[in-house]
């Protein structure tokens, strides 16, 4: 238990307060995940894959929340993870039917098999 | 207001990064060194990253964070980069879970032990699954260790550059922005103490339970409730409960015989509210319409997905085309006036 | 010419004017004497104008239920015949206070202390009276002539004819009686719609509806003077009433500034309500330039041209300048471009009309010819003159015209004077003949039996008289020699000399030596026959009164507001002894009038211009005559289309062929004016169509052309468009971080 | 509300009613009748309205009815009718049975559909001039282009879809324009300084906008007037109008040119001036000069057309000219010149476009060279042309006169230079004599092509097309029901010729209360004394002219 202790383990160290420099790795990290989901989202042509990032973005988002919410001690944070989790659920399915359902109608994943809306 | 990180560094890290990223995306020129090369920009750009806060923060001796933070960030960072780098999309699926995987262990050291978990077995194991299926239905296997055999569709990015560019732009604007913002963040308007157990009042039963089990109350004895809320009359700063003894009085009618304040002494250990109490607490006290909302959107997406995913005996594209044009052409000759009759009937039809 | 006003150097000559009361009075006493006091005239003067009105109305009711008989033309005869009654009633009770009969209002608009009146009412005064005495006459007259004249349009446009007929009458009453002037635009309006509709009564003739339209539009142009002038009194003067703008004091200051000679004292807008209201004057009374719809006019049935483009209508520019002669008077340069208008007209009517052939239309240059005598009347200060000549030239003028509609209605519409001849001893022809003679020797101007001589001549006078007219006065004389030739032309050729006639276009029958001329009935004998009377007894008008107000039309002008007697003209009668003492004292400055021919002016004038007029029938009956006594033992015509004048016109170059073609006038008109205009039109047209719609389809366009611009953008690709909203969210976050960073600086 | 707001009322949503119960019904051989009945029996409200006028006072809305909508930004549904207003919707009812009478044998197909449009358009005319709160006035004036697009697109002749599209789509462009200004000038007046809270009634509204500055206002002014002078049309913003009016059937020109084309003048009049009262008072020379110019040019246009219906399409934007020129000149006798020019020209220009539907009905063209010569097969119709076409022209007697004259004289007296010296009669804006001069040559230009269309339908041999058949169900000339539409016009333009001092009286209060705005915002001396007399008394009015006016 020593051991943990300095370690200063997260449930151990609750109610304890976080300071700023120690949120700021978190939503850097955050930052970051959000980006490289991003320009995965703009750069693969593979549906799957663009999904996939939204998730990744998704799971930025989530990280930051859960962080903001450790630093004011409230629990709002993980309940917002929780609907997260739902829209990305609700989201991948709906998706990946969808992919399924174009997939077959184009026999490709690309994204840019689908130009109707080219003006 | 402190500068967390210099803004210079900043702006240097995502250049870096930003070139790493273009650089590791998938391309079909067949030089790996140059993905290589990306990969090892981007781990420079993090590693920057993570000396320069860590180095901020010692500077001024703040707090840093837990050393297991280092190599979960890593990892998650390093796993997304594959992601959308990986060609093959099945190992782009399976680092994604490693990336969930070390969110969670960011998780745990944000003590949201109970989402860690959640992530993990909703994610992980239900989500990413049903994406390994369909990657599965949608692509065929690989043939071969190289490239070849992959599509344009997964081989080859686009526009790498501009996307980089976008992102790490974004990286940089969004940093900068939080950098900038977080030292006037509010602080919590909770003490510790409320944060951790002020839901205690609103669970009287499990206070009493947690009391009896650890034999501070005595038999017949329980917390007071407020009248009105029915709250539990619990001081969480200064450690006091009111308890009260029920029972029948001389008159044979219940009520309340006794009252007693608990102080902090008597206070066990043991009565503490946990993550999963405030977790649920505030989901099922603060958010019941949104529950019930995300039980829709679920059913709905269940429903979406289940009509959308059917099969449809549907005509064949090349037959479709056939009558698309054939179509097309009978209002051509409609509008040159000699593809009907005088009864307005279409004259090739007929033929 | 134009800067040397009359009245220029009359400053010492304003105590002459009639009724003023002492040498000392100024000029404008008579004016404001005339208009002292102005009575409520009985209501029954309303008959005069509304009888002719309900002609109208009940002949358009004729027509709605398809009446096919003559009655329209009894009902129009009959109730102009009650109007004439009632007007010379009205002559007979008017006791020398002028008074106004309100019918109802029409014009009320009252702002501030100001008003804008201008009510259905009439202003009843002597130039009035003498004015509706011959429009109602002629008008009864000349209604019993059409009802025969027209009879062939009978179930027609019989109806139609007569309606127009009753209306003309009753624009012509509010025009002459209107107490205000827009009751006299009312009526100059009404008569040029009258005008209008019937010189395209034969409608389905394209030359009669351009013609119509031609008269129409070229009235317009001077209704447009007119009613400019209209407004610019009211504007200057606050009314439009005559009784209170007569008696406006500031036109009698201005009337006396003018008389003075300080016309710098009068203020330009005043000055130039005269030269608009001329503009007017010469579009109705067919003065240069506007004199062009005139001739054309001829296409109407003759009934109409003798009625109203003959002895009514054109001479309401005559009345309008009467009318309003106190403000003409005002005006430095009105009355002698009135004056040398109507000389220039005269003269040129006169020349074009010595070279037609159609008679009809030589009797329409004659009249704008006349008109022009009455104008160069006007402005040189004698209305009297001009008044009698409107008078005598009515009679005459309509004779005429009558006469040569009786030949026109008898020999199937023909009128060229080559091949009709000795008309008058075809049987049932003989009235028609010697009413001819007398309506033509009126014209003409023959000495001392003639009334036309009176009243030219006093014009005439009127011009040798008046200092730095002479010439003026010359060019009238050599136009009444022009006159008395053109005249007898017509008269030599179509009515005596051998019998010939040829049908016109609207003989039907298929050999033209079947045709037999169709004689006049009883009711176009008797109106030729108590015109001409008419034209004889109207020389005693010229010795009624004579000593006091020279001639029964002298008094009649002298007792209205258009009394401003020439001093010259008055000095004249004094040099014979019967004038006002006070006029002895002449001109000063210009000492006694000049002389001509070693004679006094008046009788020098009987002198030229009676012999003008004899030489001039004398020259037309050398060339024009037939042999024997009926050419004055002049004559050599043998056949009717030949004669002497043929030879002289053949050497004379372009000349004739000039004055045939009206020296092309109206070619000149259509090249500088219509074609121009219309060419504009066109121009404005394809502006309207091209660039002004073009601009505005352009406008609707350019939405289209920026679509056009950034529809690449919508590339359809998903990632295209994921982007294009991170790098707009990018940019969108950069601002506000850098807004948020420079407040958070600033704070 | 009393009775006679609810008249009021009734002419508005009546029609309505009515227009809900043809759209509905199954049958729609009735809707002729319906719409008939219904728009005669609108005829005896407005008559008991007419009865109860208050014409004593005539300058303050009567039958008012006021029902609060959104209380928080001055939202009313607010009605009733001064002198002006009623004039204009008496004329707006007294067309309706015309325009319905006019259809009855024109349109065979869709009649459901045009006659509900056309109830519809009836009481949105109506309401447009009741409207006392200016966001009703604003819904109602563009309530009144829907079914008129619809009657033209539905009902138009062969080139009826572009027509109607640049018809809504200029008018619209134009009004959105409007509503901006009137939401700036609410918006004004919402301010502290002036009224303090949300206002959109009209009354209020005028009562302080003229405390903008003259930039304000001249922006204001420019707004309002590129929705009205579209409307109007002025030159050179008419180009929509003569295929608007070509291409919509009968009845769709007649309402146009009677009642839709007043709603630019009546805009004017009621909001351009009073709002934007010292701007204008600066710029109406200019308008004046463009409405001058739309006088001559579209004079001269006219003249050279051979499609007649577009001839006198083009002669509402010449006549519409004097309309403005009125307003321009900024006095009573030009306000009241314009008001009466917006009626007699309503009368008039209907009338002509009757008539050319019915020579339309039994030829099925327009083109004048291919069918004229009337006046000896169709001597009534002729006539009635005639009629009609003097009355255009502007004849004494008829209803054109009073108006024309009213309105060059109020450029004769509004002149500058006259304004300096003293004269008599000067004051208004700065015009002058030479704005009555030019704007005069539009009588003779009005002569020129007026009797160049009469000669040429009228007169002359007769021509005919070479396929032409007589009309199944009309005959040669006209019928009774045809005079019988006729008829109400004629009177009309006689009885407007011949007594043009009742509606003077009538609008007198009205348009002096309107100058005294423009005095008022332009620091000018009350009307009265500026009226001189040229005695010497040596009361010699010192005019202050533009000078004068306040920029406070």
Known sequence: MHAFDSLQLAQLAFPTEMSTSVLAPYLFVSAAMFAIGLIGFLTRKNMIIMFLCTELMFQAAGLALIAFGRHHLGSDGQTFVIFVLCVAAAEAAMALALVVLLFRHRESLSASAWKELNG | MEQIISPIALYLICAIGAAGIALALPRRARTRSLEYAGGLLVAIALGGAALALGLGAADAGNPMPNVFFYPFALVAIGASVRVITHKRPVYSALYFIMTIIASCGMYILLSAEFMAFALIIIYAGAILITYLFVIMLATQAPTGDGDDDLDDVDAVAREPMLASAIGFVMIGLITAAMFSGIGELPESKMTQAQAADAVLAHLPKKVDKILEREGVLADGWRVVRDHETGLAMIDVDARTIQIELLGEDEHGEEGVLATRMLGAEDWPDALAADNIDRLGFNLMHDHPIMIELAGVILLMAMLGATVLARKHTELEEALKAAQARKLGTMFDDKSHGNGFDDDGHPSGGHA | MMTASLLNNLAPLAMLA?????????????????????????????????????????????????????????????????????????????????????????????????????????????????????????????????????????????????????????????????????????????????????????????????????????????????????????????????????????????????????????????????????????????????????????????????????????????????????????????????????????????????????????????????????????????????????????????????????????????????????????????????????????????????????????????????????????????????????????????????????????????????????????????????????????????????????????????????????????????????????????????????????????????????????????????????????????????????????????????????????????????????????????????????????????????????????????????????????????????????????????? | MNSDSLMLIILIFFPVVAALQIAFSKNSDNAYRVAFITSLVLLLPALKLLDRFDFAAGDTAQFGYSISWVDSLGLNFSIGMDSVSMLLIMLSVLLGPIVVAASKSAITKDKRMYYAWLMVLQGAMVGVFAAQDLLLFYICFEFTLLPMFVLIRKFGSTNRVAASIKFFLYTFTGSMLTLAAMVYVVWFVAGPDQFGSWTLDIPTLTKYAWHMSLTQQSWVLLGLLAGFAVKVPLFPFHTWLPLAHTEAPTAGSVILAAVLLKLGTYGIYRFAIPLAPEAFFEYAPHIAVLSIIGIIYAGLICWVQTDIKKLVAYSSVSHLGFAVLGMAALNVTGFSGSILYMLSHGLSTGGLFLMIGFMYERYHTRDMNTVGGLASKMPIWATFMVFFAMASVGLPGLNGFPSEVLCLISSFQSDAAWTAAGEPGAWGSSLGPWFAVFAGTGMVIAAMYLLYMVGKICFGPLREPQDHHEHETLPTDLNLREIATLTPLALGCIYFGLQPTVLLDTVSDQVNATVRIVEQANGLEPAEPRIMHTDDSGHEPVINGNEGASHD
């Open chain 3, 18 to 747: 009639p009724g003023s009361s002492g040498e000392d009075a100024p000029a404008s006493a008579h004016l404001a004497h005339m208009v002292e006091h102005v009575d409520t005239g009985p209501k029954w003067i309303l008959l005069i104008v509304f009888l002719p009105l309900l002609g109208f109305v009940l002949n358009a009711i004729y027509a709605a239920i398809g009446n096919k008989s003559k009655l329209p033309a009894w009902t129009t005869i009959a109730l102009l015949a009650v109007a004439f009654l009632a007007t010379v009633s009205m002559f007979l009770s008017y006791d020398g206070t002028p008074y106004t009969v309100h019918a109802f209002d029409w014009f009320n608009l009252h702002y501030g202390e100001k008003s804008f009146v201008a009510n259905f009412s009439f202003y009843i005064d002597k130039l009035t009276i003498l004015w509706m005495l011959f429009v109602t006459g002629l008008g009864t007259l000349i209604a019993l002539y059409a009802s025969e004249y027209m009879s062939h349009d009978i179930g027609a446009g019989y109806c139609r004819f007569f309606s127009a007929f009753g209306l003309f009458v009753f624009s012509m009453s509010c025009l002459v009686m209107g107490d205000n002037m827009l009751m006299l635009y009312l009526g100059w309006e009404g008569v040029g719609l009258c005008s209008y509709l019937l010189i395209g009564y034969f409608y389905k003739k394209p030359s009669a509806v351009a013609a119509a339209k031609k008269a129409f539009i070229v009235n317009r142009i001077g209704d447009l003077g007119l009613a400019l002038g209209i407004y610019l009194t009211f504007v200057h003067f606050g009314t439009v009433e005559y009784a209170a703008l007569f008696s406006n004091e500031t036109l009698h200051h201005y009337i006396d500034a003018a008389v003075a000679g300080d016309f710098s004292a009068i203020p330009g807008e005043a000055q130039w309500i005269a030269l608009l209201l001329m503009v007017g004057a010469f579009g109705k009374s067919a003065q240069f330039p506007l004199y062009v719809w005139l001739p054309d006019a001829m296409e109407g049935p003759t009934p109409v041209s003798a009625l109203i483009h003959a002895a009514t209508m054109v001479t309401a520019g005559v009345y309008l300048i009467a009318r309003f002669y106190p403000v003409f008077l005002v005006s430095e340069n009105a009355l002698p471009i009135v004056a040398w208008i109507g000389t220039i007209t005269a003269l040129l009517a006169a020349t074009i009309g010595m070279a037609q052939f159609d008679i009809k239309r030589i009797m329409a240059y004659s009249t704008v010819s006349q008109l022009g005598y009455m104008f160069a009347g006007l402005g040189l200060l004698s209305t009297t003159g001009a008044a009698f000549h409107v008078l005598t030239h009515a009679f005459f003028k309509a004779l005429l015209f009558l006469a040569c509609g009786a030949v026109m209605h008898g020999f199937a519409g023909q009128l060229d004077l080559r091949k009709l001849s000795g008309i008058s001893w075809m049987k049932g022809w003989g009235i028609v003949g010697i009413t001819m003679l007398v309506g033509c020797m009126n014209l003409a101007g023959l000495p001392y039996i003639t009334s036309g001589f009176y009243s030219k001549d006093m014009i005439l006078a009127e011009a040798f008289v008046t200092p730095g007219y002479r010439l003026m006065g010359w060019i009238l004389v050599f136009t009444a020699i022009l006159t008395a030739y053109y005249t007898f032309r017509v008269f030599f050729r179509v009515f005596v000399g051998d019998q010939h006639a040829e049908p016109g276009e609207d003989f039907h029958g298929d050999d033209t030596s079947h045709f037999h001329p169709h004689a006049p009935g009883w009711a176009i004998n008797t109106v030729l026959i108590v015109l001409a009377t008419c034209s004889v007894l109207a020389i005693s008008l010229a010795w009624i009164d004579k000593s006091e107000y020279h001639g029964w039309v002298g008094s009649m002008v002298a007792d209205s507001t258009a009394s401003f007697h020439s001093p010259y003209a008055v000095s004249l009668a004094a040099a014979h002894g019967e004038g006002d003492p006070h006029a002895v004292a002449g001109p000063v400055g210009y000492g006694a009038p000049g002389k001509i021919l070693g004679m006094d002016p008046h009788g020098g004038m009987i002198v030229v211009s009676g012999l003008g007029a004899i030489f001039g029938v004398l020259v037309a009956a050398f060339f024009h005559g037939p042999k024997g006594w009926q050419g004055l033992f002049l004559g050599g015509r043998t056949e009717a289309g030949k004669c002497r004048m043929d030879a002289v016109a053949r050497r004379a170059g372009p000349i004739p062929r000039l004055a045939e073609n009206k020296w092309f006038v109206d070619e000149i008109y259509e090249a500088i004016l219509v074609t121009p205009l219309r060419i504009l039109a066109h121009i404005f047209h394809w502006i309207d169509k091209l660039l002004l719609d073009g601009l505005v389809n352009l406008f609707g366009f350019l939405p289209r052309v920026f679509a056009w611009i950034i529809r690449p953008s919508q590339s359809g690709v998903l990632q295209g468009y994921a982007v294009s909203m991170a790098g707009g969210l990018a940019i969108l976050l950069f601002v506000v971080l850098v807004i948020v960073l420079r407040a958070g600086g600033a704070a």
